[in-house]
């Protein structure tokens, strides 16, 4: 069952959006659980963002797009 | 409140940007409440780790460090940020609740500094400042020309908790136009915006007498940070 990655909703406040740096795995590669598999920014505030589970990794949003609170930006299967 | 890990000098100096970004990284790899204020010796520019893997920016930084400015990256986000004798960082890293947000961070920081600065701290306005490098809305001014820029890193923690690293960069004094000139022509390698010296200034010059003396106003800036961390809940 996929496991989503979602944008936190309560890290900051407002409805600013935000920008995923970059990707630290690459789509269909193998992560662990825990493992940090990307990094957003907003406002210069640089957050990891790590795998919910272990599996095969999923980007459905690539690095560099502007997104959202709550949007969901990957899955692990 | 959990033990804090402190520097006990007014100001850790260091002889390049490297050892003071480690400092900071031992910091923010703690577990508990930790401030630093640090300097670097050397002239050098400290970029995003994402402007790494912008492509060319290996011919951008090698380009840079032929003028005299070497490239160093930190993990808290924004842009290019100049760093020498001028140039005073203040550090905190502590474990926050999820009450706390990024602006949180922001205002800890920014409290901090104004405290420190007593009475001079009113004369500081928050907000953009344009063609300043590293541009922000915390950015804090004075007389429309910045003289802080902040940023930060946040890290998952266990129990639904964050650990966050919040720095600021703060122009103390001296020179100020070749750091500035050394990011703006970053900046025009990279296509970005041009950044002037004319829109910065430095504490010394725009508030002396509050900081004539950088160790005591660093060690003002560790007591007003400790104050904050010890009002927060949940840290």
């Known amino acids: 069952m996929a496991a989503d990655i979602i944008i936190p909703s309560d890290l900051w406040e407002g409805d600013e959006e935000t920008v995923i740096s970059h990707w630290l795995a690459n789509d269909g590669g193998t992560v662990a659980e825990g493992a940090l598999i990307a990094e957003i920014m907003t406002g210069k505030a640089q957050y990891e963002i790590r795998a919910p589970a272990s599996g095969v990794l999923r980007i459905m949003r690539a690095a560099d797009a502007v997104v959202a609170k709550g949007d969901v930006i990957g899955a692990i299967e | ?235």
Request: proline share 3%; with cysteine.
């Open chain 2, 1 to 235: 409140m959990a033990r804090l890990n402190e520097c006990p000098e007014g100001v850790r100096r260091f002889d390049d940007v490297a050892a003071g970004l480690r400092f900071e990284s031992a910091l923010f790899d703690d577990d508990a409440p930790a401030v630093g204020v640090w300097g670097a010796r050397a002239n050098a520019i400290v970029c995003p780790a994402a402007y790494r893997r912008r492509a060319g920016f290996a011919q951008v930084a090698a380009r840079s460090a032929r003028r005299g400015w070497r490239i160093f990256f930190r993990s808290t986000g924004g842009g290019a940020v100049p760093q020498g004798a001028g140039v005073l960082n203040f550090a905190v890293s502590m474990t926050a609740n999820g009450h706390f947000r990024m602006e949180s961070g922001y205002r800890l920081i920014a409290g901090a500094i104004r405290a420190a600065l007593g009475s001079g701290g009113r004369q500081l306005t928050t907000g953009a400042i344009n063609n300043s490098f590293c541009n922000g809305g915390w950015n804090l001014s004075v007389g429309k020309k910045k003289v802080v820029g902040m940023a930060q890193h946040w890290r998952g923690a266990k129990g639904g908790k964050n650990r966050i690293l919040m720095h600021a960069a703060i122009l103390i004094g001296g020179r100020i136009a070749p750091g500035i000139g050394a990011v703006d022509a970053i900046h025009h390698d990279m296509g970005l915006c041009r950044v002037y010296a004319k829109s910065h200034t430095t504490m010394e010059n725009a508030l002396a007498p509050a900081v004539i003396n950088p160790a005591a106003f660093a060690d003002k800036l560790r007591g007003a940070a400790l104050r904050e961390i010890a009002a927060m809940d949940g840290v």
